[in-house]
T-cell receptor, first 114, second 115 residues
Framework: AQKVTQAQTEISVVEKEDVTLDCVYE???????LFWYKQPPSGELVFLIR??????QNEISGRYSWNFQKSTSSFNFTITASQVVDSAVYFC???????????FGSGTQLTVLP | ETGVTQSPTHLIKTRGQQVTLRCSSQ?????VSWYQQALGQGPQFIFQ???????GRGNFPPRFSGLQFPNYSSELNVNALELDDSALYLC??????????????FGPGTRLLVL
């Protein structure tokens, strides 16, 4: 069975602060992919990153960075120097085994205050 | 490149009615997945269509059904609507060539309210 846990329901920060969103996953498969999506108030899920289980190298894209640690089954997402436009719900998702579907966490509502 | 589109954007129905939601996949994508997102929760997988056939199904009753057409667009049909069916319905398209690593790209969703 697949499971994704995002323990942080809501986070509020002041603009320019750094913030880390946690994601812990469970799967018995050795091959799997992890994803992060952003959902602004409009509702559309916007793809941010995909990571496979064999590549633990951390990734940075502008103000975004991701820390993948297989030892702790975590795939955390950090926003550096947050901006008001970063306010959204962020979802971590897992795709593994024979399943073709994404298993999502419950999401973290990030609010960045000016 | 055209993204995923969905129609209608909003819909209000009454309990017991039937509803059809539509999705056009991103150009070059031949796989469509449907998800239900209740308020305050993460999306839940309903089913996936590939080459006009159902290619996986989540834990949803048979009154949730779908179709995929030769142009890869898709429909989600829900019969005998219940109050708990009120949710945001998201469609995602992808290319199956990459297997597990395929990225699903989502449309803006249809907000369904059942009264």
């Amino acid at each position: 069975a697949q499971k994704v846990t995002q323990a942080q329901t809501e986070i509020s920060v002041v603009e320019k602060e750094d913030v880390t969103l946690d994601c812990v996953y469970e799967t018995r498969d050795t091959t799997y992919y992890l994803f992060w999506y952003k959902q602004p108030p409009s509702g559309e899920l916007v793809f941010l990153i995909r990571r496979n289980s064999f590549d633990e190298q951390n990734e940075i894209s502008g103000r975004y960075s991701w820390n993948f640690q297989k030892s702790t089954s975590s795939f955390n997402f950090t926003i550096t120097a947050s901006q008001v436009v970063d306010s959204a719900v962020y979802f971590c998702a897992l795709n593994s085994g024979s399943a073709r579907q994404l298993t999502f966490g419950s999401g973290t509502q990030l609010t960045v205050l000016p | 490149e055209t993204g995923v589109t969905q129609s209608p954007t909003h819909l209000i129905k009454t309990r017991g009615q039937q509803v059809t939601l539509r999705c056009s996949s991103q150009s070059g994508h031949n796989t469509v997945s449907w998800y239900q997102q209740a308020l305050g929760q993460g999306p839940q997988f309903i089913f996936q269509y590939y080459r006009e056939e159902e290619n996986g199904r989540g834990n949803f009753p048979p009154r949730f059904s779908g179709l995929q057409f030769p142009n890869y667009s898709s429909e989600l049909n829900v019969n005998a609507l219940e109050l708990d069916d009120s949710a945001l319905y998201l469609c995602a398209s992808s290319s199956p060539a990459g297997g597990l690593r395929e990225t699903q790209y989502f449309g803006p969703g249809t907000r369904l309210l059942v009264l």
